[in-house]
């Protein structure tokens, strides 16, 4: 199944008419070995400090700057359900095609 992943649900809903993927599903648009889906832009977002240690959760200006030696995201409480609908999909795709607007915000929604 091929997988279009756009940035937000109109862009979907355009891109799944010119596929053939009309029919609606749970988080997406459903075609013949199409499905096209979003993130409804970020879905994701920086963990808060505290995330890298217990002593960032009140942090002060000499602890600055905290530089990870591995950023982490979390999952954004209000795009939860959209974020297992994605990672679901992705999980039986064969091919991906990033479909997110042509820009770094767009770049960083795919990743």
Request: charged share 25%; proline share 5%.
């Amino acid at each position: 199944m091929r997988l279009y992943l756009c940035e937000k649900p109109s862009q979907g809903k355009d891109i799944g008419r010119v596929l053939g993927a009309t029919q609606r599903g749970n988080g997406c648009f459903n075609g013949a070995g199409v499905i096209v889906t979003w993130c409804i832009g970020h879905l994701v977002e920086a963990a808060p400090p505290e995330a890298y240690g217990e002593h960032f959760k009140h942090w002060s200006i000499d602890q600055l700057p905290i530089i990870p030696a591995h950023w982490r995201v979390e999952v954004k409480p209000k795009t939860a359900a959209q974020f297992k609908v994605v990672k679901a999909l992705l999980a039986k795709a064969t091919h991906l095609v990033i479909a997110t607007d042509a820009d770094r915000e767009g770049e960083l929604i795919a990743r």
